[in-house]
């Protein structure tokens, strides 16, 4: 949003904006400043933020200052992506071409860029390993058996005192932004710092009085002065600077103990950058390739060894320490309750489950196949012979007799296979000495970073009003939550960004999500792209009807077919200037007509989806789910004419890596229905929308005469475009619907008999 509009625009566009929220409208005080042709003070909103630590939800100018720490990622990640020739990669590797396309350079630019930050992230994990070992309760135990077993474990969230920092003691930028990525997996972070004896670090959260006043309010450089850079140095011995340290990891031979020095990346040359391959092949220790050899020994190393590595010194911290095994702490509330008070079915019983299982009989194979010192074959063991072993243990009557003390014969209980896969899921694709992978987790924040850049709030004279009414709306999210605890919400960026505020003070979201909900919410920042626009479209629906509301406050292409697919008809054709939804959707669309740039409006927060690999059989059913998305996206345009308003556009330019790049708009990827059901549920929603029009219009008369005949045109074009993907791909042949589709087919039947759809 520019900053010339008029000032009873402005004034119209805060009264919407309250209006979106469900909120009351807001006394003069709590406006935000009105434009004048005076250039607005950006650094007043967050020069004085009062940061004391509060005790519930995030507070406004918690989030401002998050906004900062933010804002403070993204100049880091420009600038370390952008920097030619760092860890050996020149841009120069890339020259004109005439079989490259223009767009083929760009995108090879970029993924030069994309693979510096890689690099740079994997080594500020290094780095916070490092920090997280010597510098965080150093003199810290970890949990044995016995400390889990003690009644009182529950109580451990609030046991001690945090820790404190000062700006003098604060950690390296990249290592605040791993620590950052961290909490914002709750569960996992929690996990980790029960199991390493570390819970005041756990309790402390991030200390953001300290953090915002090392950030500059005018550049957000990150300076916390020379007292904790000396403070890092010294407790370390690394530098300060993540650049300036040696390309190099330090690794130890499995077999001979000797050291091994890998490089971080073999890419940094001419060689590594073809269009079929931009980087993608380097084996060095920040590449999924990577590959090295002992110089004393020569045994082999990779990934997936180190991971096996990780999986022998937890297994021998459980057999001589009794040391429970990553994943085996939390109960499937993701809380801490003692397993010896609870019934051997129960979930606090089942989540040590694993550490049994081990020594009922599996310990001593899984010693030996983990152990390289005397390995001769040419292949190392890996996770994968891991992963048999323990298999087979769970077909194994006597060893689940011993590890369940009960007469259960092979027939696990949920919480049972849950922890198995939770213990499993600390090492695939994970090296480190914690519970989950930490560059993953900082590259997928990454997104999220970026959105709040583009959306740019922190440069809002209206910042903090704005963050007023997302911490309402993140409150209305959590209702979402509680009430309906199998379903997944996803959020929107506002939400997000107060959510993950809120996470960054884990002690209180702890006992906020418990209140709420009865549980730990976690925040899977792992979630497949078709799950997540499904899951996307329910929260939408969910919650307009829940608190009569706009959820997605976004006008793009994608967010108008998500609120096109479910604001119903009645709402469409009776707009009583009483209806909020009517009201909110008006406000939306005066915005986007006075300029507001969809990419600066809170779209889905999509930083948490990850692509699937899928077959081809999956490949041609998404055409169904793309059919629906379609229909929905025709009907806002023709809508949007009807109206007088310029439609959704699909095209528009997106800067990556500072390369203007013509693609459609980010939606997530399209999910995955059998195909059969997916046809019966869209003809189902088309046969509700025309039934809701026939409906008004026999309570109405010819009042919504015209309404009706635009509503009948695009149901009927929906139902056309989804016989014709049905003919196309072939999903629905005669008699080989199943019983879902069947059932799905019988409840449209019912639902035409019950409208008098059919009668009428």
């Known amino acids: 949003m520019t900053g010339d509009h008029h000032p009873q625009d402005r004034k119209r566009l805060d009264q919407s904006g309250a209006a979106m929220h469900g909120l009351e409208k807001n006394t003069p005080e709590d406006l935000p400043p009105s434009y004048s042709s005076v250039p607005p003070n950006i650094t007043a909103a967050f020069s004085n933020l009062r940061l004391g630590r509060s005790a519930g939800i995030p507070t406004a100018d918690e989030c401002i200052a998050h906004l900062k720490l933010l804002e403070a990622f993204s100049q880091l990640r420009e600038d370390v992506g952008t920097t030619d020739g760092l860890y050996g990669i020149r841009d120069d590797f890339i020259e004109p071409s005439s079989f490259r396309t223009e767009k083929e350079t760009v995108e090879l630019l970029t993924a030069m860029r994309e693979k510096r930050w890689a690099i740079y992230v994997t080594n500020a994990v290094q780095r916070f390993e490092i920090y997280w070992k010597v510098c965080i309760q150093a003199d810290a135990r970890m949990l044995d058996q016995v400390d889990l077993d003690r009644p009182d474990i529950k109580d451990i969230a609030d046991r001690g005192t945090p820790l404190t920092f000062t700006t003098d003691t604060l950690p390296p930028l990249d290592l605040i932004m791993v620590w950052h990525a961290y909490m914002l997996n709750p569960r996992s972070f929690f996990a980790d710092c029960m199991r390493s004896g570390k819970m005041r670090f756990w309790q402390a959260g991030l200390p953001w009085e300290a953090i915002n006043n090392a950030i500059d309010n005018n550049t957000f450089v990150y300076n916390p002065g020379p007292k904790a850079m000396k403070s890092f140095t010294t407790q370390t011995l690394r530098r300060w600077n993540n650049l300036d340290e040696a390309t190099l990891v330090d690794l130890s031979c499995p077999k001979c103990r000797g050291e091994v020095a890998a490089p971080l990346t073999t890419c940094n040359n001419k060689g590594s950058w073809t269009t079929q391959h931009p980087g993608d092949l380097g084996t060095g220790y920040a590449e999924k390739g990577f590959q090295a050899r002992c110089t004393q020994c020569s045994f082999p190393l990779d990934h997936d060894v180190l991971r096996t590595q990780k999986f022998r010194a937890d297994l021998q911290k459980l057999l001589t320490r009794d040391c429970a095994m990553p994943g085996t702490f939390l109960t499937i509330e993701g809380l801490p309750e003692c397993p010896q008070q609870g019934l051997p079915t129960s979930s606090s019983w089942c989540v040590s489950f694993p550490n049994r299982l081990i020594k009922a009989g599996l310990s001593s194979k899984l010693l030996d196949v983990t152990d390289m010192k005397w390995h001769k074959s040419t ?147 792992k979630i497949e792209e078709n799950k997540l626009s ?62 507001c740039d969809a990419d600066k409006m809170p779209h889905i927060s999509a930083h948490n989806a990850i692509r699937p690999i899928i077959d081809e059989e999956d490949r041609t ?44 708009y980010y939606a997530p990827y399209m999910g995955y229905y059998p195909g059969h059901v997916a046809v019966a549920s869209q003809l189902v929603h088309a046969l509700e929308e025309l039934a809701g029009v026939v409906q008004l219009v026999l309570r109405a008369g010819h009042a919504a005469e015209e309404e009706l005949v635009v509503e009948v045109a695009a149901v009927q074009e929906g139902v056309d475009v989804v016989a014709a993907v049905e003919v196309e791909v072939g999903v629905v042949e005669e008699g080989e619907e199943g019983e879902e589709g069947a059932d799905v087919e019988a409840e449209a039947a019912n639902f035409c008999q019950k409208s008098g759809l059919l009668a009428c």
Request: include cysteine; charged fraction near 25%; proline fraction near 4%.
């Open 379 to 525: 292949k190392p063991s890996s996770m994968e012979d891991v992963r048999n072993i323990i298999e087979e243990g769970l077909g194994n009557p006597e060893v689940l007799k011993k590890a369940t003390q009960s007469y259960r014969g092979r027939r696990l209980v949920k919480a049972e296979r849950v922890a198995i896969r939770r213990m499993m899921a600390s090492y695939w694709d994970n090296s480190s000495i914690f519970g989950l992978d930490l560059v993953g987790a900082v590259v997928r924040q990454c997104v999220f970073v970026e959105k709040m850049h583009a959306i740019d709030w922190i440069h809002s004279p209206a910042v903090s009003s704005t963050m007023t009414r997302l911490i309402a709306k993140y409150q209305r999210y959590f209702q979402i939550l509680a009430a309906y605890p199998s379903e997944v919400a996803v959020p929107t960026l506002d939400v997000d960004l107060a959510w993950h505020t809120h996470q960054l003070n884990p002690r209180f979201y702890l006992r906020y999500s418990i209140a709420k909900t009865k549980k730990f919410i976690d925040h899977d920042d």
């Open 534 to 595: 499904l899951a996307f479209e329910w929260t939408s629906k969910t919650y307009q009807k829940m608190f009569d509301s706009v959820y997605s406050e976004c006008t793009c292409w994608y967010c108008e077919a998500i609120r096109e697919g479910h604001t119903s008809t009645v709402t469409r054709i009776f707009k009583s200037s009483r209806n909020p939804v009517v009201k909110e959707l008006d406000a939306l669309y005066n915005l986007s007509a006075k300029g």
């Open 621 to 664: 059913r998404v055409s169904v789910r793309e059919a629906e998305l379609e229909r929905n996206y025709q009907k806002a345009c023709q809508r949007a004419r009807k109206k007088g308003r310029e439609p959704p556009t699909r095209d528009m330019s997106y800067s990556y890596w500072g390369y203007s790049m013509a693609m459609p």
